[in-house]
């Protein structure tokens, strides 16, 4: 299922002159958040429990190395439950599942465990009882994104999804005066309170969620490299080309004044001409990304003369979530009810 992936640059960085003094501005947090350490644990203690083979429906996370390490452990990505053999065991991923997925995989006899990111699910339960009261949901979120196909399923009739703020300029309700805003918890923040703020143009009635949709990791995250990049010639995001939050990232550092933004998923994406004349080297990770991908592009950076990092910390996460109740249970009938969180932690 992962793209296999081809080095672009095959020698080291090379520390060339024609900066001043180089830094790195290394932002905090960053990397794995709880909902993400709880689904790639899922998978590692299914496989623990019942042994390779276990299936995968769809990326657990948006990241290659991720996926790439557990299919080593013996984990089988799959698209749907349709191709996981009958009475297996199958990993929903953390990005959360319609509930025709669910019936699907039941209807096949597969041992279900659910490793949505308990904020995923607390979009779809907001999506369920909004839809139960008869209101029309603007779904704001990116059409295609496993997240989105989600909570979508859980009221297909009920959902409109808001791609971007010039969409909201175009939507149609049926009811101007029951309508509400759910969100995909993987955006940007500020660009989803501008298609709110475009939705409420048009319709003044619109009802916000009752709480924020948008996750704190990805909040978290956006608000610390807004602080790097008004100081960074250059910010480099570790993250996958499919994870949405981090490709918000590299939006968010070139709105906040840096002067130069790529994504990368391996150090060795790194080209040395990104790095011509730059003194300040802005290093995030999108929240899928494990911290050791970081390091390797720390190393390569310290090789070409960024040697002096600070660390620039924005907040404190502790958020910490329980493994999937299908995994409470331990072999020997004992509940294992431990918290989970961030692995990566700085």
């Given at each position: 299922?992962?793209?296999?992936?081809?080095?672009?640059?095959?020698?080291?960085?090379?520390?060339?002159?024609?900066?001043?003094?180089?830094?790195?501005?290394?932002?905090?947090?960053?990397?794995?958040?709880?909902?993400?350490?709880?689904?790639?644990?899922?998978?590692?203690?299914?496989?623990?429990?019942?042994?390779?083979?276990?299936?995968?429906?769809?990326?657990?996370?948006?990241?290659?190395?991720?996926?790439?390490?557990?299919?080593?452990?013996?984990?089988?990505?799959?698209?749907?439950?349709?191709?996981?053999?009958?009475?297996?065991?199958?990993?929903?991923?953390?990005?959360?599942?319609?509930?025709?997925?669910?019936?699907?995989?039941?209807?096949?006899?597969?041992?279900?465990?659910?490793?949505?990111?308990?904020?995923?699910?607390?979009?779809?339960?907001?999506?369920?009882?909004?839809?139960?009261?008869?209101?029309?949901?603007?779904?704001?979120?990116?059409?295609?994104?496993?997240?989105?196909?989600?909570?979508?399923?859980?009221?297909?009739?009920?959902?409109?999804?808001?791609?971007?703020?010039?969409?909201?300029?175009?939507?149609?309700?049926?009811?101007?005066?029951?309508?509400?805003?759910?969100?995909?918890?993987?955006?940007?923040?500020?660009?989803?309170?501008?298609?709110?703020?475009?939705?409420?143009?048009?319709?003044?009635?619109?009802?916000?969620?009752?709480?924020?949709?948008?996750?704190?990791?990805?909040?978290?995250?956006?608000?610390?490299?807004?602080?790097?990049?008004?100081?960074?010639?250059?910010?480099?995001?570790?993250?996958?080309?499919?994870?949405?939050?981090?490709?918000?990232?590299?939006?968010?550092?070139?709105?906040?004044?840096?002067?130069?933004?790529?994504?990368?998923?391996?150090?060795?994406?790194?080209?040395?001409?990104?790095?011509?004349?730059?003194?300040?080297?802005?290093?995030?990770?999108?929240?899928?990304?494990?911290?050791?991908?970081?390091?390797?592009?720390?190393?390569?950076?310290?090789?070409?003369?960024?040697?002096?990092?600070?660390?620039v910390r924005t907040a404190e996460e502790d958020l910490q979530f329980s493994l999937p109740k299908e995994l409470r249970t331990d072999a020997a009938g004992k509940r294992d009810d431990r918290a989970l969180g961030g692995r990566t932690?700085?």
């Amino acid at each position: 299922m992962p793209v296999p992936r081809i080095p672009r640059r095959r020698e080291p960085l090379k520390d060339i002159a024609g900066a001043g003094h180089k830094r790195v501005l290394l932002a905090s947090p960053r990397g794995y958040c709880a909902g993400v350490d709880r689904a790639v644990i899922a998978v590692e203690k299914a496989l623990e429990r019942y042994g390779a083979p276990v299936y995968v429906r769809k990326q657990i996370v948006h990241n290659i190395h991720v996926v790439t390490e557990l299919e080593k452990q013996g984990a089988i990505f799959v698209e749907e439950v349709d191709e996981v053999p009958s009475g297996a065991h199958v990993v929903f991923s953390a990005h959360g599942v319609s509930p025709a997925v669910v019936n699907a995989a039941s209807d096949r006899g597969l041992r279900a465990i659910d490793a949505t990111c308990p904020l995923v699910t607390k979009v779809h339960r907001e999506a369920v009882r909004f839809a139960r009261d008869d209101f029309e949901i603007l779904l704001i979120g990116h059409v295609g994104h496993e997240e989105v196909e989600g909570t979508a399923g859980e009221a297909p009739d009920h959902v409109t999804i808001v791609n971007s703020p010039e969409e909201a300029d175009t939507i149609e309700v049926r009811d101007p005066s029951k309508v509400v805003w759910l969100s995909q918890t993987t955006l940007s923040v500020d660009e989803t309170m501008e298609t709110v703020r475009r939705l409420r143009v048009r319709f003044p009635e619109l009802q916000d969620p009752p709480s924020d949709d948008i996750c704190y990791a990805t909040q978290n995250r956006q608000v610390a490299i807004k602080k790097v990049a008004k100081d960074a010639d250059l910010v480099i995001v570790v993250g996958s080309a499919n994870s949405s939050n981090s490709v918000r990232l590299v939006e968010v550092a070139l709105e906040h004044g840096a002067k130069a933004a790529y994504r990368v998923d391996y150090a060795d994406e790194v080209e040395q001409a990104w790095l011509e004349g730059v003194e300040t080297v802005g290093v995030t990770s999108g929240a899928s990304v494990p911290e050791v991908l970081v390091q390797q592009v720390l190393d390569d950076l310290a090789a070409a003369g960024y040697r002096d990092v600070e660390e620039v910390r924005t907040a404190e996460e502790d958020l910490q979530f329980s493994l999937p109740k299908e995994l409470r249970t331990d072999a020997a009938g004992k509940r294992d009810d431990r918290a989970l969180g961030g692995r990566t932690r700085s």
